[in-house]
């Protein structure tokens, strides 16, 4: 099968991700000796300046580890909690029906630092000034500025000018968009990590690491957001508003760790978040196709994407109904992944196309449904949405979805699957004595009441932030994901479907043509849904579009490389290590040797 590029082969470690520095970056760390948790740390932090649209210091980081030494696995909760102040009554108050997606009312705890600072404390063996510097390196000499990164500024230029003139001080150097290919620097960010680094204080490396916490959390950072979010930001609504999130918020949190879910398939664990994310939604994509026998079928053939489709139709819908953050609600995984649940769910599955947003029928559990997104399309059209979304996704007319990837496996067979996003720099302004802004995942909540994924004060928004790991026969065999929002949870099955199934490598897999439908509501403001639309990559062959709008799929072609921006790394039983990573936007890159 065609590929772009070589599978990456090695014995020694391996890193891919969604650009090339932070790829080289997390192998720079494992050739100086560290192990696979402080690579995957300093290439995070690398690609808040190598990719700033597309996430930053103020995002979130959900992260799956596999601890080599100790043979279990790990759910790092990077995904931070809303304000004490973000009630249903506060948002009424203020006349809206849906969180806004820029500005400051949808910035939640800011996760990402704290999850990336628990792993190395607790897996890694760095101290945090070393992690730090690469990233420090770049922000303070300049990095290469990709196309995109341009475009993006570019694109909310008059709002930053207008509205957000401390976005415009650190994005439009001498007051212009800064050119592709040239040197963009970051001297407030590097200045912010820097003074970080000098609070690494303590007797242990442990101690060290928890000072630098504190100063985030309960120093001079949360300070800073303290005092910037007494002030008003223009945002989608097109009023301005003032901020909810607090310094007591931020003292009042740490990332958590915890179990991941997992799911048994074809001699394989998948292995994922909990429902305070939509990574169970792929466990029960699984849970449904297990009764149809993909092996037999082309992987880039109709019967094959018809048959995925659908059954990430009945998955997501489920998400739409029954998942929230479990410390709130009862999620009822156990009953959504059930052998009678799914045989139930796999009958809804016929030979064409449903049009319907269908949840199932869980005893105790009422399952509402937004029957309403497709309504809200209008809205992505107002000039006030500047700076919404996410941009892989915006860009095929979607709203909603995009950040970055890394995965790493060591030398010692321990492996990081980390989906790190938010903070984007077109998502809120800039905190002048920080650098940099806060991301905006609040507008994942509902303004409704009694729902699972209903707003409450100190609770996980349902993020689409999804990393993947697989364990196979028992031992832990690949860490793999993607950026693109609610594609996330359907380009990972289907990388991970043709693999299994269809015996491709890492590359071969990703490089393949892919595919998403745009069925269920957004997580995204507006929380739009376009029913029954399914998107081909455009090397797929006009038979197979016939043939779903033939099934009544709403189906159309994109461009030749636009689905996914996929990357994974597998160890196999021989010792050998793998990676591929993905060709589309020229930015990601597998290492290692």
Same mark, same amino acid.
């Given at each position: /099968? ?6 990456? =082969? ?13 790829? $080289? ?36 980081? !959900? ?10 696995? &790990?759910?790092? @909760? ?38 990336? @600072? ?7 063996? *760095? ?16 990095? &290469?500025?990709? !196309? ?10 008059? /709002? ?20 592709? &290919? ?14 970080? @680094? ?23 950072? =949360? ?49 994922? @978040? ?9 466990? +029960? ?20 994407? &018809? ?10 819908? %489920? ?10 609600? %009862? ?19 016929? +030979? ?5 947003? #269908? ?8 399952? *509402? ?21 996410? !941009? ?27 989906? !790190? ?40 928004? #349902? ?23 609610? +594609?996330?949870? $359907? ?16 590359? +071969? ?15 995204? *403001? ?24 033939? #099934? ?23 010792? $050998? /290590? ?5 060709? #589309? ?9």
């Amino acid at each position: /099968m065609f590929t772009t590029r070589p599978e990456i =082969a090695g014995t020694f470690g391996v890193v891919a991700s969604t650009h090339w520095l932070a790829s $080289q970056v997390g192998m720079a760390v494992l050739e100086r000796g560290g192990n696979a948790f402080d690579a995957a740390v300093a290439a995070g932090f690398t690609l808040q300046v190598a990719e700033p649209h597309l996430n930053g210091p103020g995002g979130d980081a !959900p992260i799956l580890i596999h601890d080599a030494r100790a043979n279990s696995q &790990h759910v790092i @909760c990077g995904q931070g909690v809303s304000p004490a102040a973000a009630t249903l009554g506060a948002f009424a108050d203020l006349g809206l029906d849906l969180i806004p997606a820029t500005g400051f009312l949808p910035a939640m705890v800011p996760g990402a630092f704290d999850a990336w @600072c628990r792993m190395l404390r607790d897996w890694g063996t *760095w101290e945090l000034p070393e992690v730090l510097s690469y990233a420090i390196g770049y922000a303070t000499n300049g990095v &290469h500025l990709v !196309p995109r990164v341009s475009a993006t500024i570019e694109s909310v230029r008059p /709002m930053f000018e207008r509205e957000w003139t401390s976005s415009a001080a650190v994005f439009l150097p001498n007051g212009t968009t800064p050119r592709p &290919h040239t040197l963009f620097r970051r001297p407030a960010l590097a200045e912010t990590w820097q003074r970080l @680094c000098r609070e690494a204080v303590g007797p242990s490396r442990e101690a060290r690491i928890d000072a630098v916490r504190n100063a985030w959390y309960r120093g001079f950072v =949360a300070e800073a957001i303290d005092r910037f979010f007494q002030t008003e930001a223009l945002d989608v609504s097109g009023r301005r508003h003032r901020g909810l999130l607090t310094a007591d918020d931020m003292a009042g949190w740490e990332a958590g760790v915890e179990p991941p879910l997992a799911y048994e398939y074809h001699g394989h664990t998948v292995l994922k @978040c909990g429902p305070w994310s939509q990574g169970p939604t792929f466990l +029960q994509q699984l849970a449904i196709l297990r009764g149809f026998d993909l092996g037999k079928l082309d992987p880039v053939g109709p019967e094959f994407v &018809h048959l995925v489709v659908e059954a990430a139709k009945l998955a997501f819908a %489920d998400r739409e109904a029954f998942y929230g953050d479990p410390d709130f609600v %009862d999620v009822p995984m156990a009953h959504l992944l059930s052998d009678p649940y799914n045989a139930e769910r796999r009958g809804l599955i016929g +030979q064409t196309a449903s049009l319907a947003l #269908r949840p199932g029928s869980v005893p105790g559990h009422v399952g *509402w449904v937004d029957h309403e997104a497709a309504s809200r399309l209008p809205l992505l059209a107002n000039p006030s949405a500047s700076g919404s979304g996410e !941009p892989t996704i915006a860009r095929m007319g979607v709203s909603g979805a995009d950040t970055c990837h890394v995965d790493v496996i060591d030398r010692f067979g321990n492996m990081v699957s980390a989906t !790190p996003s938010g903070g984007w720099l077109q998502s809120s302004p800039v905190i002048p004595e920080l650098g940099f802004p806060l991301g905006t995942r609040g507008q994942m909540f509902w303004l409704r009441p009694g729902l699972p994924n209903s707003l409450e004060p100190r609770k996980r928004p #349902r993020t689409t932030l999804s990393p993947s790991m697989a364990l196979r026969d028992g031992k832990a065999w690949m860490a793999f994901g993607t950026p693109g929002g609610e +594609q996330q949870d $359907q380009w990972s099955p289907i990388m991970f479907l043709r693999m299994v199934h269809h015996g491709m490598t890492i590359q +071969q897999a990703i490089d393949a043509p892919s595919f998403h439908t745009e069925h269920w509501p957004s997580s995204f *403001w507006p929380r739009v849904a376009r029913p029954g639309k399914l998107v081909l990559e455009g090397r797929f062959s006009d038979s197979v579009l016939e043939a779903l709008r033939r #099934r009544d799929h709403v189906a159309e072609k994109g461009e030749d490389w636009s689905e996914g921006r996929l990357s994974g790394a597998r160890l196999e039983a021989d010792g $050998q /290590m793998f990676a591929g990573a993905n060709p #589309r936007g020229m930015q990601g890159y597998a290492v290692g040797r």
